[in-house]
């Protein structure tokens, strides 16, 4: 399944001579369903031309684009179904937004120029440097080119069953009346305590590696305040809450 991306650009930051690589590499990101591009009208000369985009004039203010691409992400990542971002801006100012997209699950890709601060690089998932050769895509089944780079086996990845352990760990010592702990503190959580990112694992976000068990976890509903917890089942669970 491919992941519905949103591609947000720092217009005022960001030249539209970058447009073709930055086209590039948001593609191999996912589906890009969101293409905005944010920036005064009257300086962020090109992107308003750029096929493929919206553009979004942000008026004159200070600050003025910064905030508005950071209200328009949380609200697509919060009601919108939208799973992973590509921000676009060599601006520092950016790190918090990258890292409470990445709080809410969201598989988070940056492109910037090579004055982009070191401190919004690292808050992303992964950083591309514009003006550098872009990245090879991702091979595909059977129709792998042969200088392309294989997909990380299972044996580079943390192990499920060490990984399981750990969340259940998580959600029985916060919701120890199986009431539920929300998806979005479970990230924060094993980040916090097993420097974990679910970026490293094939379903790319919390929701989805959860989901794939059906077993293991139960699912509310998407939304902000969505909560996972432990099938009753589960004979660990059981003997842990009858311990405490």
């Not at 401190?119 to 792998?144: D, E, I, N, W």
Request: overall charge positive; glycine content about 6%.
């Amino acid at each position: 399944m491919t992941f519905r991306i949103a591609l947000l650009v720092d217009g005022d930051n960001v030249s539209a001579r970058y447009m073709p690589q930055i086209m590039q590499i948001a593609a191999q990101s996912g589906r890009v369903d969101v293409a905005r591009v944010y920036g005064n009208a009257q300086t962020a000369r090109g992107w308003s031309d750029c096929d493929g985009f919206r553009f979004i004039h942000s008026g004159t203010g200070k600050n003025a684009t910064d905030l508005l691409l950071t209200i328009d992400a949380m609200e697509l990542a919060l009601t919108a179904g939208i799973e992973g971002f590509v921000l676009v801006s060599s601006d520092g100012d950016f790190k918090p937004l990258s890292e409470r997209l990445r709080d809410h699950g969201m598989c988070v890709t940056g492109i910037g120029e090579a004055k982009t601060p070191s401190a919004f690089r690292a808050a992303c998932t992964a950083f591309h440097q514009l003006g550098s050769p872009a990245p090879k895509a991702a091979p595909k089944l059977a129709l792998v080119a042969p200088s392309a780079k294989p997909a990380p086996s299972m044996a580079t990845l943390p192990q499920p069953d060490d990984l399981y352990e750990k969340i259940r760990d998580i959600i029985v010592e916060s919701a120890p009346e199986t009431k539920g702990m929300m998806i979005a503190r479970l990230a924060a959580a094993m980040h916090a305590r097993h420097q974990v990112r679910i970026s490293k694992y094939p379903e790319k976000n919390w929701r989805r590696y959860l989901q794939a068990r059906p077993k293991l976890f139960d699912l509310d509903p998407k939304g902000p305040d969505a909560k996972v917890r432990l099938q009753s089942e589960d004979p660990c669970t059981s003997l842990r809450l009858v311990k405490s």
